[in-house]
């Protein structure tokens, strides 16, 4: 493989890119016209612009970046996370035209992008479920039984929604009829598919994840766990390696559940495995993600392996060169996201000039930065600027660290998330390790 292009933007282009960069492999950009200065464009040793701004006339246009690949004689295409990454039809319009998919198989997207696909594929491997019902319902009858079965709360989810699309919770048993109904043309409308199913209600779960990677000659790892409870509606804003809460007996399960949810749908590349994790210390899967994550590189810090050099690595049909029981967790890793919205302002994005902006550096400190001095902040896309990372021998160290870190980091032009992650690391429930995925609900009120 002597070129890759990477069809994405932001910091993920500009990271994925560096690695391979250092493989000593070429590197193709695909920009749209509002990224024309970029510093994943600047970067690469070909760029190539695929269109206007909006995404859908740019980084979604999948004929486009084919058509660019063959015309540039590319080898591979890493899709990163987002826009194309997880759609089946594009991996198997790349691997059609004879140019290397750098992630999994469209089966395996194609299974796990449905939630039922999902569950009937990895029950027959008896990982835990909530409990519920895992057939698409249609009639509320059917729904009364059940939810009278498992017992209020519970929820009603979308089988092609994911990622808290498609989610609704039912307190009642009067309420069931109409949330139903809404349900499904609530799915029908968002995702072309009104099939849903119902689950028992986990009501303060904690949310955490496991990194799998898997080969082509049948060898399955898992790079332990990412604790991804700090959310604020289904937005993930701090992510840590490893989790608080989890013993050695506990991290064994999860993941050898994780990596039999891969086997399952013959999974190969970088993918994570989704659990919901109860008070009483139980877990129950959820869903899978057939791509790299945002959050990726806390787990490349506590077990010191490129993730992106083991998928061009698997990509290009090579056995991994390590067993699980190479692999062991070394120090912490927390990742703060640094989005260009307004933490005063419910969040809303933040537009304008990057006037001025000094990023922190030093040892154990990492910033997957998309963005430089002087460049505006485009409205067509996710508004993430960055990922803070800081790794330290322990949890406490890479606390202060970031802490430290966010104070380096200054920021003139936009409002950003800096001072709600600052809030977030100096909270006793956070510091403490006693949180879920209510922390922010629960905690953050922000003064007028
Ligand atoms: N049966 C059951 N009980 C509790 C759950 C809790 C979550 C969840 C996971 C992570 C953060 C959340 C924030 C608010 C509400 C729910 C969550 C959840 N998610 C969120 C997105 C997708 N990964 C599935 N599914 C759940 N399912």
Not at 33 to 40: F, K, L
Not at 85 to 109: Q, Y
Request: hydrophobic residues 40%; negative net charge.
């Amino acid at each position: 493989m002597k070129k890759i292009l990477v069809a994405n933007r932001g910091e993920i282009a500009l990271r994925v890119m560096k690695t391979i960069k250092k493989m000593g492999i070429a590197t193709v950009a695909v920009f749209s016209e509002a990224d024309r200065n970029a510093p994943h464009v600047k970067f690469a040793d070909e760029a190539v612009c695929i269109g206007k701004a909006p995404s859908s006339e740019s980084y979604l246009r999948a004929d486009k970046i084919i058509e660019v690949s063959k015309e540039l004689s590319v080898d591979g295409i890493h899709p990163g996370y987002g826009f194309l990454s997880e759609n089946a039809d594009f991996a198997r319009k790349v691997e059609e035209n004879g140019i290397t998919w750098i992630g999994p198989g469209s089966k395996a997207i194609e299974i796990m992008g449905s939630k039922l696909a999902a569950k009937d594929a990895v029950k027959k491997y008896d990982i835990p479920l909530v409990p519920g019902i895992d057939k698409a319902i249609t009639d509320t009858k059917k729904a009364r039984e059940i939810a009278q079965d498992i017992g209020f709360p519970i929820l009603i989810k979308a089988s092609a929604g994911g990622g808290g699309k498609g989610m609704r919770v039912v307190n009642e048993e009067k309420e069931l009829e109409d949330q139903m109904k809404r349900a499904i043309s609530e799915a029908e409308s968002a995702f072309g598919d009104g099939s849903v199913f119902i689950e028992k209600y986990v009501t303060s779960p904690r949310h955490i994840e496991i990194q799998v990677l898997c080969d082509t000659h049948g060898n399955y790892l898992h790079l332990f766990e990412r604790e991804c409870s700090i959310q604020r509606r289904h937005q993930k804003v701090v992510e840590e390696a490893p989790s608080v809460v989890l013993d050695e007996k506990l991290r064994k399960e999860m993941g050898e559940a994780a990596v039999k949810v891969a086997q399952s749908c013959d999974y190969v590349g970088a993918g994570t495995v989704e659990f919901i994790f109860d008070e009483n210390r139980n877990f129950y899967f959820l869903e899978m993600n057939t791509r790299l994550q945002v959050e990726h590189p806390v787990t490349e810090y506590i077990t010191g392996i490129d993730l992106v050099e083991q998928q061009v690595r698997i990509a290009r049909g090579e056995e991994l060169s390590f067993s699980q029981d190479d692999l062991s967790i070394k120090g912490h890793a927390m990742e703060l996201r640094v989005y260009a919205e307004d933490p005063l302002e419910d969040f809303m994005p933040s537009t304008g000039k990057l006037v001025k902006y000094e990023t922190p550096s030093g040892n154990g400190i990492r910033l997957d930065n998309g963005f430089e001095e002087g460049m505006e902040v485009p409205i067509y896309y996710d508004p993430m600027l960055a990922k803070l990372i800081t790794y330290g021998k322990t949890r406490e160290e890479a606390i202060e660290m970031m802490l430290e870190a966010i104070d380096d980091y200054l920021v003139e032009g936009v409002s950003t998330t800096l001072p709600f992650g600052k809030f977030v690391f100096q909270h006793d429930a956070f510091r403490s390790g006693d949180f879920n995925t209510h922390f922010v609900k629960e905690y953050y009120s922000p003064e007028a």
